[in-house]
């Protein structure tokens, strides 16, 4: 992905918590769930953790063409992107965070580091947020960006 559209990605992704991950299983039906953003300098890459026995890292080992998606302010995104699951503990210590500790009850070395390389994105922003209990739409002035 180019540097000018990491560079707008950025700051999108750095202030979000949370968002969507879409993997396809083994019969090829799409499953999201959501996954901890761990961003600190946004650089086309995104990391994730997941139980090495998860669900989502069979999913990724089969077909690693994935999907991250986030609606909400300060912006709408979808990513198209290609993971890589690594179970070994040296990359998990190299961006643990302590945030994670829940989701890891029997520690870190329960965890899987889920590599995702982004090809594509589209991002829609808006000068104001839609009014709450409202349906996002397109809003005058409002941007939408394919990268």
């Known amino acids: 992905m180019p540097a000018q559209h990491v560079r707008t990605l950025g700051p999108v992704l750095e202030s979000l918590d949370a968002v969507m991950l879409t ?8 499953v999201s769930r959501p996954m901890t953003v761990c961003v600190d300098n946004f650089d086309g890459t995104l990391w994730f953790f997941a139980p090495i026995t998860s669900q989502v890292v069979a999913d990724i080992s089969a077909n690693p063409k994935v999907n ?75 941007r939408h960006d394919t990268f």
């Open 23 to 30: 993997t396809l299983d083994g019969a090829d039906r799409m």
């Open 68 to 142: 991250v998606s986030y609606c909400g302010p300060p912006a709408s995104l979808s990513i198209t992107a290609t993971a890589t699951v690594t179970p070994h503990t040296l990359p998990v210590l190299a961006r643990w965070r302590p945030r994670l500790a829940p989701w890891f009850p029997d520690g870190m070395n329960t965890a899987a580091t889920i590599e995702v390389v982004a090809e594509r994105a589209r991002l829609w922003t808006s000068p104001t947020p839609p009014a709450r209990g409202r349906h996002l739409r397109p809003v005058r002035g409002g």
